[in-house]
């Protein structure tokens, strides 16, 4: 049996008054799974995600990281923070540093690695993500692709237990979509074990070990795949496919 | 002889701005990121907006510099030290918009790389933090040269008790002022100038 990395039971989180944008869910990734949150806009997802790395602070409900909980009082959550890659919608990479920079602050500052090591971890993740030769320009020096990817390093380079993605691609033209989406396959190559909120429904059936439908601030169906594909159970579930995949094929 | 008063003037602003940078850059991260302790920085920032500089300069001179003669009664420094507060006052301001402009995204992405609060402001929000702040603190550097001619009044021979003397002296109540004028250009121009070139090259280079 594979352990498990992390895990959330009964996740609450609400906004006032009345939007409710995590609604008891319960989750577990083991080693090694990837896992994929799909669903509507507004529904919630990102809170969820956020909360699950603990940025959001939730309502009620528990959070795991290995057999450490993140919601009960008097946790380091700075120390365990370090320990969850998080990458963002809108990239934002740290403006006034480099991308190596940008990779290597942590290293230093949260891990304290000494300056040789962590210049070479760094570097080694950006190579993982191809972009060793840009380690010295400045994010406002390169496309958003790019910019993406040193997201993505920067999350990989302190081995975190898990990697959360918040719509990685969304922001992208599909071209650089693309770059980033190769990246994301080389990481499942290397067993990552990552939850990916996304709809590049190709790439999602391709690397996700787990379908997850998120919709109105709870899970309302989990699969494989090949079932959401050829046979959703729900019915917002099926509705949803139909468009995703209507939409995919005019791309 | 206007020479010591232009260099006098030019200390005081130098000065008073570096103390209000000592304190008004924290209190905009106070203010910021410190819900308790808001209240505090507003009460600040609302006494040394609203007082005149003139009646802080002379309240402090001779008032409180009868009780306590060290250091207020020397003017130099209450002249530094009450425009320190007051450009304190402007400058929490001005960095609090700075914070602003920098965006919450880059402190949310500082925390999850594992950075406390206060690290994430070290190591993340002061490097950019001043280059959005440039235009503001030009002006606030200029405010302060303009400003420190108010403390001739309790006696600091700066750039404006200097003219007055070569007033009295001369009986010329034209060329001294125009003389005085043109140096107070020269003070504020140059260093206002360079650092809003400086920010917009930065600003460039940030992609902001």
Redesign the interface.
């Known amino acids: 049996m594979v352990g498990i990395v992390m895990k959330c039971e009964h996740l609450w989180k609400t906004y006032e008054p009345h939007l409710i944008a995590v609604k008891d869910v319960s989750l577990k990734i083991g080693e090694g799974e990837i896992k994929l949150i799909f669903g509507p806009s507004g529904s919630g997802k990102s809170t969820f995600l956020r909360c699950l790395a603990m940025l959001t602070m939730p309502d009620k409900g528990d959070v795991f990281l290995r057999d450490e909980c993140l919601t009960k009082p008097g946790v380091n959550l700075n120390k365990e923070r370090a320990r969850i890659g998080f990458v963002f919608q809108h990239i934002w990479l740290f403006r006034h540093l480099t991308a190596l920079g940008n990779v290597e602050l942590a290293l230093r500052r949260v891990l304290k690695q000494p300056k040789e090591e962590a210049r070479e971890n760094a570097l080694k993740a950006l190579r993982e993500v191809k972009m060793e030769e840009w380690a010295h320009h400045y994010p406002a020096q390169m496309s958003g692709g790019q910019q993406q990817r040193v997201g993505i390093a920067r999350a990989l380079a302190r081995n975190p237990d898990i990697i959360l993605l918040d719509e990685p691609t969304s922001a992208l033209d599909p071209e650089l979509t693309g770059e980033v989406i190769d990246t994301l396959r080389d990481l499942a190559g290397k067993g990552t074990t990552m939850l990916i909120i996304s709809h590049e429904m190709p790439f999602a059936r391709e690397i996700a070990d787990e379908m997850i439908f998120y919709d109105g601030g709870t899970i309302v169906e989990t699969g494989p795949p090949e079932q959401f594909f050829t046979n959703p159970q729900s019915e917002r579930a099926k509705k949803f496919m139909t468009r995703l995949i209507m939409k995919t094929r005019r791309e | 002889m206007m020479l010591g008063g232009v260099t006098t003037t030019l200390a005081i602003s130098i000065f008073s701005l570096l103390l209000g940078l000592s304190i008004g850059l924290p209190a905009a991260f106070v203010r910021t990121y410190e819900k308790s302790l808001r209240f505090l920085v507003e009460v600040f920032e609302k006494i040394f907006r609203g007082i005149p500089e003139l009646v802080l300069m002379l309240l402090f001179y001779w008032g409180i510099g009868l009780y306590v003669p060290f250091p207020f009664k020397n003017a130099i420094f209450t002249a530094t030290f009450v425009l320190g507060l007051r450009s304190a006052a402007n400058q929490s301001q001005i960095f609090r918009g700075a914070i602003r402009g920098i965006g919450d995204?880059?402190m949310?992405?500082?925390?999850?790389?594992?950075?406390?609060k206060l690290?994430s402001i070290v190591?993340?929000m002061i490097?950019?933090v001043f280059?959005f702040a440039t235009p503001g603190l030009g002006s606030e550097y200029a405010l302060l040269v303009k400003d420190s001619s108010y403390a001739f009044v309790i006696g600091v021979s700066e750039l404006m008790f200097d003219t007055i003397m070569i007033r009295k002296a001369t009986l010329d109540a034209v060329t001294p002022y125009l003389v005085s004028a043109f140096l107070y250009i020269l003070l504020t121009l140059p260093i206002a100038a360079w650092l809003d070139n400086w920010g917009s090259r930065r600003k460039?280079?940030?992609?902001?």
């Open positions: 995204e880059q949310v992405a500082a925390r999850s790389i594992g950075f406390s690290r190591h993340v490097p950019q280059v460039k280079k940030l992609g902001v």
